[in-house]
């Protein structure tokens, strides 16, 4: 019993480690967002901004895996100025839609039907981001 026990530990750590390693920190690469959004409860205005994914999972909700989402982080001039969630879609489950796109892929904006929202998305390393900003109306 003892033995499972210490087995089902290491099997669980290196799991856990596994999961957390594959979205390592870094640059997703910079986008420009032409319209006031809000990042994380934060008012963006228009502007050049850096993404980076933090590296850091939020806690998950019921039936998510503990990686389906990261932090990003909007930076501007070399200084974070707001923080949101991104969501992750493995390689296995993107839609065939989403199938001919390269592992690392420019940022790309889009308006959402409704013109309520702004997604940005891009793929690294195997995973689909999407961040959804809502719009600031003027």
Request: net charge neutral.
């Amino acid at each position: 019993m003892r033995s499972a026990t210490v087995a089902f530990a290491i099997g669980s750590a290196l799991a856990a480690s596994a999961a957390f390693a594959h979205h390592a920190p870094g640059t997703l690469g910079t986008v420009r967002i032409t319209d006031r959004v809000t990042v994380g409860g934060v008012p963006l205005q228009p502007g050049v901004y850096e993404i980076r994914d933090t590296g850091e999972h939020p806690n998950a909700l019921p039936g998510q895996s503990p990686d389906s989402r990261t932090w990003v982080e909007f930076v501007e001039d070399g200084k974070v100025v707001a923080r949101d969630g991104a969501e992750l879609v493995d390689a296995a489950s993107r839609s065939v839609a989403t199938r001919g796109q390269s592992s690392t892929a420019p940022l790309r904006v889009d308006r959402l039907k409704g013109n309520e929202f702004v997604r940005i998305s891009t793929n690294r390393d195997g995973s689909r981001y999407l961040i959804y900003l809502p719009l600031i109306e003027r």
